[in-house]
């Protein structure tokens, strides 16, 4: 009796210390294999064979959207206006042929474009960047959104891996702070190779909510890309409320001749199309063809109704929505053209005041190697009441060189000069009270020739000449003491360029500019200017941007009135979040600019994702990039001028707040604000 209740307690004993440690056992093993497999997808990407052949592949893609709520502020949206009236539903398919070089679409042509949207036209072309993502990489669209799978932001995520098969597991990806750039889903991966055979995720951005479900293909280097991917996309802004279906089909085998380009074919898709249409996009095509055969049929009022739908197609092409399309034989010329009234195009500086901008763009190609390019910038100043303008074109007969032929005309910001206020006042009547007549501010116009040629990856030269002519903006002060108003200058120039690292590194720029008398230009002076800059890119979206340059004036004669330098000049015509913010002084007074004979100038900017607003909970989900800046210059009576700025930018809008000191004084605060939405569609 006795030994048998001594093994009733050995066995009791055993079988609660199997309980207490196979746990323990089991996560340790656990533990160790959700390392390997983890530290296999991350590497994944490593260990295939690099390939230098650019993959040519054909996509299938259908898609269909359900407007649930909309109002006029819908066709203020790029690439809306196709749908901001009518039907509530759309479908449509598109069968185009793309190139792909190291994991990224470098070159795409749409054959077939069949659907029932008004005209075959786009509707949120930019979710179609979540067709193809690129898992692997820092970045998953472009420059844009972390990839959990890269081994540089697996810091930003949290995993939890579980064994589905022998041969598959399952690893659960969530961040570790609520942001914009970051992404929630779950991946089955190969447990031996890491490859990952599918995955699911989702997000938003830009004001769009995506899920995405991707099949990657299986095969070598293809297996980096997706076979099959399904998203779908939620957008709400402002009382609108539009769903959004993609379906893509990559790598199908039917090659269509080159000859078909952008047809709306239906029996050519459906010969094509990979796989049988659903039945609600049989149901709206039917629907459509009905309504069009309707249409046809009708003849009363069709005039009026003409007239009608084309002040308001074109209302909505060329007023408040962007314009873009091509031209040519071939579709060898594009233009770009931004709205004409559309409120999203607005900025505003404690400087400038609220600013409205115009761009247009074209672009015809004769060869693969031979090009013309022209680009017109505009915008207005309402507090300055000032219009300005530039307007470069360049005929790139090299383009593997970089090399072209460049003219542009334009106009800069008012010059100011005093050295020849007071030759007025000196040479003139001392009655007039000179100094009441705001004589000192010209307004400048110039044409620039440029030729340019790039030698080498690391070296590029740059001759040519730049004719200016400066009006006074009061010219009754100048009439008077019969002294001209308008002074002109013709200067040839010529820029060297040294790349160290080749395009990828720093930049070393040295500018060298002589004025010559010929004709009315009596300008005789001599100016060099030295530029650094460096763009240094780091994992994980940061990056650091320096620039550093002199310069200064050698000779000078009586009749050189005006300073003016190529690389310290304030940039006249803003742009958004991405244009020179990184290497301007935001609070210099414009007059600082042409007063010195010299100028020593430092910029240093540092961006990240996931600095500081981006910590704060509900804000900082919605923070793309933050940066820190930091301007240093010393121009004549300033020793030094500092500026300290803080910005970010959003879905929204970006902003800057800045500090400057004058000569260890405190000299100003102001900020500099830009609409930056729908910049991307």
């Known amino acids: 009796m006795y030994i048998c209740i001594v093994k009733a307690l050995e066995l009791t004993i055993l079988s609660l210390a199997m309980i207490i440690l196979s746990p323990a056992v089991r996560i340790s093993a656990k533990t160790e294999s959700d390392s390997l497999i983890l530290q296999r997808v991350l590497t994944y990407r490593e260990n295939m064979p690099d390939s230098a052949d650019t993959l040519r592949t054909n996509v299938y893609l259908r898609y269909y959207f359900k407007t649930e709520k909309r109002n006029f502020m819908l066709m203020a949206i790029p690439s809306m206006f196709a749908i901001s009236r009518g039907r509530r539903e759309y479908a449509g398919e598109t069968y185009s042929n793309i190139k792909i070089k190291d994991n990224v679409i470098t070159e795409s042509v749409r054959q077939l474009n069949t659907g029932t949207i008004p005209h075959h036209r786009y509707a949120m072309t930019t979710a179609l960047r979540y067709l193809s993502p690129n898992v692997y990489n820092v970045t998953m669209f472009g420059n844009q959104v972390l990839s959990p799978f890269n081994k540089y932001n697996v810091k930003l995520y949290r995993y939890d891996i579980t064994l589905l098969t022998d041969n598959r597991a399952e690893i659960v990806f969530r961040p570790k702070r ?161 709205p004409i009234l559309n409120p999203l195009y607005l900025s505003y500086s404690g400087r400038r005041g609220i600013t409205y901008k115009l761009r247009m763009n074209g672009s015809y190609r004769f060869t693969m190697n031979t090009d013309l390019s022209l680009e017109i910038n505009a915008g207005y100043s309402f507090k300055q009441h000032q219009f300005y303008f530039n307007a470069p074109m360049r005929f790139y007969y090299n383009r593997r060189r970089n090399g072209f032929i460049g003219i542009e005309v334009g106009n800069g910001n008012r010059i100011t000069n005093s050295s020849i206020v007071e030759q007025v006042k000196n040479e003139s009547l001392d009655s007039i009270k000179w100094d009441q007549m705001d004589l000192d501010y010209f307004k400048d116009s110039y044409v620039k020739f440029v030729t340019n040629y790039d030698i080498s990856d690391k070296w590029s030269i740059q001759p040519g000449f730049i004719y200016h002519r400066r009006s006074a903006v009061n010219k009754a002060g100048f009439e008077i003491a ?81 300073l003016d330098y190529v690389n310290f000049k304030e940039e006249n015509i803003p742009g958004g979040w991405d244009d020179d913010w990184t290497g301007e002084f935001q609070l210099l007074n414009s007059n600082w600019y042409n007063a010195s004979e010299y100028y020593v100038r430092g910029n240093v900017t540092y961006e990240s994702p996931l600095m500081i607003l981006s910590r704060i909970p509900y804000i900082g989900r919605l923070m793309e990039t933050e940066r820190i800046y930091m301007n240093v210059l010393f121009v004549e009576h300033l020793h030094p001028y500092v500026e300290y700025g803080y910005g970010f930018t959003n879905r929204f809008f970006s902003m800057g707040i800045f500090m400057a000191t004058r000569n260890q004084t405190f000299d100003g605060f102001g900020c500099r604000f830009g609409i930056e939405l729908f910049r991307d569609w």
Not at 489 to 511: K, Y
């Open 482 to 562: 019969g002294r001209p108003v308008e002074y002109y200058s013709l200067a040839p120039s010529l820029q060297l360029q040294f790349r160290p690292s080749g395009w990828n590194g720093p930049i070393i720029t040295a500018d060298y500019e002589r004025g010559i008398r010929i004709g009315k230009a009596d300008m005789d002076y001599e100016r060099f200017e030295f530029d650094f800059s460096w763009k240094r890119q780091f994992y994980r979206l940061r990056s650091l941007s320096m620039r550093f340059g002199n310069g200064f004036y050698t000779s000078k004669s009586h009749n050189s009135y005006f």
């Open 178 to 338: 609520h942001n914009t750039q970051l992404i929630s889903g779950s991946a089955v991966v190969a447990k031996d190779s890491g490859r990952i055979i599918r995955m699911k995720f989702n997000g938003e951005y830009d004001m769009v909510n995506f899920n995405v479900d991707v099949t990657m293909d299986k095969d070598g280097i293809r297996s980096m890309l997706p076979k099959i991917c399904d998203i779908d996309v939620k957008f709400h802004f402002i009382g609108n409320k539009i769903k959004a279906s993609y379906h893509s089909v990559y790598d199908n085998p039917i090659f269509l001749p080159d000859s078909i380009v952008n047809s709306h074919d239906r029996e050519l898709m459906a010969e094509v199309r990979p796989a049988p249409l659903p039945e609600t996009f049989e149901y709206l095509y039917q629907k459509d063809d009905s309504a069009r055969s309707v249409t046809d049929t009708v003849k009363i009022k069709k005039e009026e109704k003409k007239w009608k739908k084309l002040l308001w197609n074109s209302f909505g092409d060329y007023v408040i929505n962007r314009t873009t399309g091509n031209f040519g034989i071939n579709d060898q010329g594009a233009f770009r053209i931004s």
